[in-house]
């Protein structure tokens, strides 16, 4: 179990609870990209909000079954449209972007298995045969630029539609470190989350993190390039195999950057807390744990998943000291309970909820309050609607007052447990039933500590969809988006140029939403699921549309944004302050809204802004969001 920050969309915890259970990976997938040595098209967080699908033999595509988790993304199959570009001589067509601007960059190199190398032109484009029905791995490198890969097949054959390709530019990370050891010899290690690899745009698989590093010279100074530009990076110092640092909070670098930074081992603080119990008197011997303060995204209630820097227990008085903490953001918490301990009774259990407090630079001691409160659970177990129990279901509790998602999954008997979580209201919800033939009902609002609770799976609506061309009506491959009218429900699925099955979904009205590889869009607006064996088809056409490139920056670390046309939410995605991402959108006025959580009112309703643009054939319209410091 886990507190996850929101980020508007709850396919997220599905997403996580596969990955836990260390299934699905492609390993054919995962060795040509750790052969990518930070290989990239563009930069961006491996955690995906997504729910893809796999491709069966017949190019069908869709959901693992019950229990089963899969490596999302499709392989072309060996078929008829591949196999007659190539006895056509059919030609993949690219063009290369700076991510920036998106200005032709050219010169680029582009290399491809089994054939010559080629060059970008001054427009960025170029040309690559297809040399069978098997796609190919390419790469792109420019000297400014981050190593690149993307996937040759048969989805960019129109020389006007062709795949567009964004590079960012790299950074660099230098700086000099104090108070190292001298016999000692130290380097600084970069980690970031792996880059996607695409095809037509969409999504094929994560490569793993990356890492890199710099000796530190005698002289405590050290240079890191190349290093990727927009993504969050976390840093240690090294020494002898142990971290004499590790920082609390992450680096984010732009494009172009020279970060100069002056750091020092030698200012450690002294951390003094102060524990209360739910009365109001000294929590003694109570066992802490004192996080590094990037946890903070997973929400504020710990749970044994966390790895602790350090690790005290209160005197008598309520009181533990944690010593040489270096400056930062930190949490400290109530250790949990884990697998094998003694549960104390359930009135004495408490809420491991963290507190959050900073070290500044300088200072010597530091003192935090920590306020436990009564630990509650929630529990209940997860029925089909014959009263069969469903078991590996993903279950979610999201609070009214504590900043996170808590999450959970049936044993064999459909059974589940939320928490020890502090005393309050829970929306408890299933993003996937995972069950063939039902989907999951509506969420619930309970009280923590309320009875058991049934959440009974409802008989489910299943479609297929195809994308075909609005100008010639032949199929498409691309990405399909369903924006439940009702609710927040959001899926989508990507594949090939046969239809798409959405199995297992909740029956209601909803906007089909369909993106293809070439960036051709269109909608289906306002259509009835309803509940049945036979799934019902639909086409999607799909026509020329434009782009819309949202940035955002402002005190708070994230925001949600929801792009719309039209009253169609053609994307939902989040931001990291300082970053940027480009969206295929229909033309004509496009709006974006942003959301961000305010700093420490978790009850009070998100801050929202919403920007307009004009969005005309063959250009990308530019919505930016700056908040001030103090806004």
Same mark, same amino acid.
């Given at each position: 179990?886990?507190?996850?920050?929101?980020?508007?969309?709850?396919?997220?915890?599905?997403?996580?609870?596969?990955?836990?259970?260390?299934?699905?990976?492609? !390993? #054919? &997938? %995962?060795? $040509?990209? +750790? *052969?990518?040595? /930070?290989?990239?098209?563009?930069?961006?967080?491996? =955690?995906?909000?997504?729910?893809?699908?796999?491709?069966?033999?017949?190019?069908?595509?869709g959901m693992a079954p019950a229990g089963e988790a899969r490596a999302f993304g499709t392989e072309m199959q !060996? #078929? &008829? %449209?591949? $196999?007659? +570009? *190539?006895?056509? /001589?059919?030609?993949?067509?690219?063009?290369?972007? =700076?991510?920036?601007?998106?200005?032709?960059?050219?010169?680029?190199?582009?290399?491809?298995?089994?054939?010559?190398?080629?060059?970008?032109?001054?427009?960025?484009?170029?040309?690559?045969?297809? &040399?069978?029905?098997?796609?190919?791995?390419?790469?792109?490198?420019?000297?400014?630029?981050?190593?690149?890969?993307?996937?040759?097949?048969?989805?960019?054959?129109?020389?006007?539609?062709?795949?567009?390709?964004?590079?960012?530019?790299?950074?660099?990370?230098?700086?000099?470190?104090?108070?190292?050891? &001298?016999?000692?010899?130290?380097?600084?290690?970069?980690?970031?989350?792996?880059?996607?690899?695409?095809?037509?745009?969409?999504?094929?698989?994560?490569?793993?993190?990356?890492?890199?590093?710099?000796?530190?010279?005698?002289?405590?100074?050290?240079e890191l390039a190349p290093l990727p530009s927009e993504v969050p990076l976390a840093i240690q110092v090294l020494?002898?195999?142990?971290?004499?640092?590790?920082?609390?909070?992450?680096?984010?670098?732009?494009?172009?950057?020279?970060?100069?930074?002056?750091?020092?081992?030698?200012?450690?603080?002294?951390?003094?807390?102060?524990?209360?119990?739910?009365?109001?008197?000294?929590?003694?011997?109570?066992?802490?744990?004192?996080?590094?303060?990037?946890?903070?995204?997973?929400?504020?209630?710990?749970?044994?998943?966390?790895?602790?820097?350090?690790?005290?227990?209160?005197?008598?008085?309520?009181?533990?000291?944690?010593?040489?903490?270096?400056?930062?953001?930190?949490?400290?918490?109530?250790?949990?309970?884990?697998?094998?301990?003694?549960?104390?009774?359930?009135?004495?259990?408490?809420?491991?909820?963290?507190?959050?407090?900073?070290?500044?630079?300088?200072?010597?001691?530091?003192?935090?309050?920590?306020?436990?409160?009564?630990?509650?659970?929630?529990?209940?177990?997860?029925?089909?609607?014959?009263?069969?129990?469903?078991?590996?279901?993903?279950?979610?509790?999201?609070?009214?007052?504590?900043?996170?998602?808590?999450?959970?999954?049936?044993?064999?008997?459909?059974?589940?447990?939320?928490?020890?979580?502090?005393?309050?209201?829970?929306?408890?919800?299933?993003?996937?039933?995972?069950?063939?033939?039902?989907?999951?009902?509506?969420?619930?609002?309970?009280?923590?500590?309320?009875?058991?609770?049934?959440?009974?799976?409802?008989?489910?609506?299943?479609?297929?969809?195809?994308?075909?061309?609005?100008?010639?009506?032949?199929?498409?491959?691309?990405?399909?988006?369903?924006?439940?009218?009702?609710?927040?429900?959001?899926?989508?699925?990507?594949?090939?140029?046969?239809?798409?099955?959405?199995?297992?979904?909740?029956?209601?009205?909803?906007?089909?939403?369909?993106?293809?590889?070439?960036?051709?869009?269109?909608?289906?607006?306002?259509?009835?699921?309803?509940?049945?064996?036979?799934?019902?088809?639909?086409?999607?056409?799909?026509?020329?549309?434009?782009?819309?490139?949202?940035?955002?920056?402002?005190?708070?670390?994230?925001?949600?944004?929801?792009?719309?046309?039209?009253?169609?939410?053609?994307?939902?995605?989040?931001?990291?302050?300082?970053?940027?991402?480009?969206?295929?959108?229909?033309?004509?006025?496009?709006?974006?809204?942003?959301?961000?959580?305010?700093?420490?009112?978790?009850?009070?309703?998100?801050?929202?802004?919403?920007?307009?643009?004009?969005?005309?054939?063959?250009?990308?319209?530019?919505?930016?969001?700056?908040?001030?410091?103090?806004?």
């Amino acid at each position: 179990m886990r507190w996850l920050a929101p980020v508007g969309l709850l396919l997220i915890a599905a997403l996580a609870w596969l990955l836990i259970r260390g299934e699905g990976r492609d !390993p #054919g &997938a %995962s060795g $040509a990209a +750790a *052969a990518a040595t /930070g290989a990239a098209l563009e930069a961006g967080p491996s =955690a995906s909000t997504e729910l893809r699908a796999s491709s069966a033999a017949d190019g069908r595509v869709g959901m693992a079954p019950a229990g089963e988790a899969r490596a999302f993304g499709t392989e072309m199959q !060996p #078929g &008829a %449209s591949a $196999a007659l +570009a *190539a006895e056509q /001589g059919q030609r993949f067509h690219g063009q290369v972007l =700076a991510a920036e601007d998106d200005r032709p960059l050219a010169d680029v190199e582009v290399a491809c298995p089994n054939q010559p190398s080629v060059r970008s032109d001054a427009e960025g484009r170029f040309s690559l045969g297809l &040399a069978g029905p098997k796609a190919e791995i390419a790469s792109l490198r420019h000297p400014d630029r981050e190593l690149s890969r993307f996937r040759v097949d048969a989805s960019a054959l129109d020389p006007a539609l062709p795949l567009r390709l964004r590079l960012r530019r790299t950074a660099i990370l230098a700086g000099r470190i104090a108070g190292l050891e &001298a016999q000692a010899p130290a380097r600084v290690v970069v980690t970031f989350a792996g880059y996607q690899l695409t095809s037509g745009g969409q999504t094929l698989f994560d490569l793993d993190t990356i890492e890199r590093e710099a000796a530190v010279a005698p002289d405590g100074t050290f240079e890191l390039a190349p290093l990727p530009s927009e993504v969050p990076l976390a840093i240690q110092v090294l020494s002898g195999g142990r971290a004499l640092v590790s920082f609390a909070e992450e680096f984010v670098l732009a494009g172009g950057e020279r970060r100069q930074v002056a750091w020092s081992l030698t200012q450690r603080a002294q951390v003094r807390v102060h524990a209360t119990d739910p009365s109001g008197a000294p929590a003694g011997q109570l066992p802490l744990e004192l996080f590094s303060g990037s946890d903070s995204t997973w929400g504020t209630l710990t749970s044994p998943e966390w790895d602790a820097v350090q690790e005290r227990s209160t005197d008598l008085a309520g009181m533990a000291v944690f010593d040489q903490v270096r400056p930062g953001r930190w949490l400290v918490a109530p250790k949990p309970p884990g697998p094998g301990d003694v549960s104390p009774a359930p009135e004495q259990e408490l809420a491991c909820r963290a507190v959050a407090f900073e070290v500044p630079p300088g200072a010597s001691e530091v003192d935090v309050q920590l306020e436990t409160q009564p630990g509650l659970w929630i529990c209940g177990r997860v029925l089909t609607g014959l009263r069969e129990p469903v078991h590996h279901a993903p279950v979610n509790a999201l609070s009214r007052s504590e900043d996170g998602l808590l999450f959970a999954v049936t044993d064999p008997q459909g059974n589940f447990s939320l928490g020890p979580v502090p005393p309050g209201r829970y929306q408890i919800s299933m993003t996937v039933a995972f069950k063939p033939g039902w989907c999951a009902p509506e969420p619930v609002e309970v009280e923590a500590g309320a009875p058991e609770l049934e959440l009974i799976l409802l008989p489910s609506a299943s479609i297929q969809v195809r994308l075909i061309d609005g100008q010639t009506g032949d199929p498409v491959a691309g990405e399909v988006r369903l924006q439940r009218l009702d609710s927040q429900g959001y899926q989508s699925m990507s594949g090939g140029h046969k239809s798409l099955s959405f199995p297992s979904i909740q029956p209601g009205r909803y906007h089909l939403i369909g993106v293809s590889s070439g960036g051709l869009v269109g909608c289906l607006r306002d259509v009835e699921l309803v509940s049945g064996a036979t799934p019902a088809s639909f086409d999607i056409p799909v026509n020329p549309g434009g782009e819309v490139r949202v940035r955002y920056e402002g005190p708070q670390e994230h925001a949600s944004i929801c792009v719309m046309h039209a009253g169609v939410h053609f994307a939902r995605d989040g931001l990291r302050s300082g970053t940027s991402d480009v969206f295929p959108v229909p033309l004509g006025d496009v709006t974006v809204r942003f959301e961000r959580r305010p700093d420490g009112l978790r009850d009070a309703p998100p801050l929202a802004h919403e920007a307009t643009a004009l969005v005309v054939a063959g250009t990308t319209a530019e919505i930016d969001h700056v908040v001030p410091a103090d806004g």
